[in-house]
């Protein structure tokens, strides 16, 4: 009988009714080829409760390398006891089962919506920081023009060649346009 059935290992237990004082030999093939074999002489606590035998019926054998997740395979696991006589073993009810093919891919749908939700989430985080980054930008552009508007309106015009004093003024116009035009442009490119 087969307690366990995974993708790492097969276990379960067997006794050999023909002298139950020997333990029978388990095959276990992938696809039809023989991968292993193995002795069902391990002790289990439950077969020596029931009284069956010796308990020393068990058996464990690990898949090296383990069966891929979601790929389809079979799996044949065989008694053989020391007279040479063939017994295929089972599952038992509770040993896990193949998962089928729509279960497959249905557990694969849902780890990638998970990987894509966690990189949603990593997104907002990143539009947020930028969106913040953005808004602290343009308070400090609007400072500097606030300041730079300030400055001018301070500034007293000379008393007769004003030529200097305008290019001055054209000059501060022109910063202002071009942080201006910074700023728009920022604003589209962060929206």
């Not at 054209?170 to 346009?177: N, Q, T």
Request: charged share 25%; glycine share 8%.
């Amino acid at each position: 009988m087969i307690d366990v059935l995974r993708t790492e290992r097969v276990a379960g237990w067997v006794i050999d009714r023909t002298d139950i004082a020997r333990c029978a030999t388990v095959e276990v093939r992938r696809e039809g080829r023989l991968i292993g074999t193995v002795a069902a002489n391990r002790p289990r606590k439950d077969l020596e409760r029931q009284a069956v035998g010796t308990g020393a019926y068990g058996f464990a054998f690990t898949f090296d390398p383990p069966l891929e997740e979601g790929m389809e395979f079979t799996v044949a696991v065989t008694a053989r006891s020391h007279d040479g006589v063939e017994l295929p073993l089972q599952p038992a009810a509770g040993a896990a089962r193949a998962v089928s093919t729509e279960k497959k891919l249905l557990g694969r749908i849902l780890a990638e919506l998970a990987e894509l939700r966690a990189e949603v989430g990593s997104l907002r985080q990143e539009r947020a920081a930028t969106e913040e980054a953005r808004a602290r930008f343009q308070e400090r552009l609007e400072l500097v023009q606030l300041r730079l508007e300030s400055s001018i309106s301070t500034v007293d015009m000379p008393e007769g060649n004003s030529s200097g004093w305008l290019a001055g003024v054209a000059v501060v116009g022109a910063i202002l346009a071009a942080g201006s035009l910074a700023l728009g442009f920022f604003s589209l490119w962060a929206a």
